[in-house]
């Protein structure tokens, strides 16, 4: 279920004892690093550790960071006839952090530009819609990576495939493409207003004009 805020919670119970479960997460992460390159292919799924109470762990970006890969933590309840986890999934500090500074930065060149006079009211209220598609985006990215993730935590701790809710996910990739899309739009507008493309016109020597 998507909510408003990027928080997911969820339970994952089986009969495998807890031992058995902390040896299928082992087996999909490694301990972090501080630093990663991103053309290293040679790794686990996922980075961080795993106790006898719980995980933390997050995915290991392939090729570029993705800020809307979330961030796993889950602890362990064992009793005799299996084990239940719960799983909390929350957006990655990064994401915001870079989301917020980027905000502040766009909203304060805009907001000095409208008090100057150096843009008209109707041009600054384009302007200032784009951080608001951005955060949209950066929501709908983080509930489709969280159907992902929920996939592969099935995958590893049931050896079997959830079924996924294909038609609401495929939804929300479309909307983000189409904002993806505005997005692009509305930040090549801001390059052409700032910097035209239009080069200065010429003018005919006097001789060459007809008379």
């Known amino acids: 279920m998507v909510h408003l805020l990027p928080r997911d919670r969820f339970v994952i119970q089986t009969s495998d004892p807890l031992q058995t479960v902390m040896e299928r997460l082992e087996a999909q992460i490694e301990p972090p690093k501080t630093f990663r390159s991103t053309y290293d292919l040679n790794h686990a799924p996922y980075e961080g550790s795993v106790t006898q109470s719980g995980f933390k762990m997050n995915r290991i970006p392939v090729g570029r960071p993705n ?25 990655h500090p990064s994401g915001p952090i870079f989301f917020g500074c980027w905000s502040i930065f766009w909203y304060g060149l805009h907001l000095l530009m409208l008090s100057s006079g150096e843009m008209d009211y109707s041009l600054a209220q384009d302007r200032l819609v784009l951080p608001l598609i951005i955060l949209v985006i950066f929501w709908i990215s983080f509930w489709i990576e969280v ?49 035209p493309l239009s080069s200065p016109s010429h003018q005919v020597p006097e001789i060459f004009r007809p008379r």
Not at 174 to 181: A, E, F, P, T, Y
Request: hydrophobic share 40%; glycine share 6%.
């Open 147 to 195: 159907e992902h993730t929920r996939n592969d935590l099935f995958r590893i701790i049931l050896k079997k495939r959830r079924t996924a809710r294909q038609k609401g996910y495929l939804m929300l990739k479309i909307i983000r493409g189409i904002l993806l899309i505005l997005s692009v739009a509305f930040s090549f507008s801001s390059i052409a207003y700032y910097f």
């Open 67 to 91: 800020a809307s890969e979330p961030y796993i933590k889950g602890r362990f309840e064992s009793f005799s006839g299996g084990t239940v986890i719960h799983f909390t999934l929350t957006s």
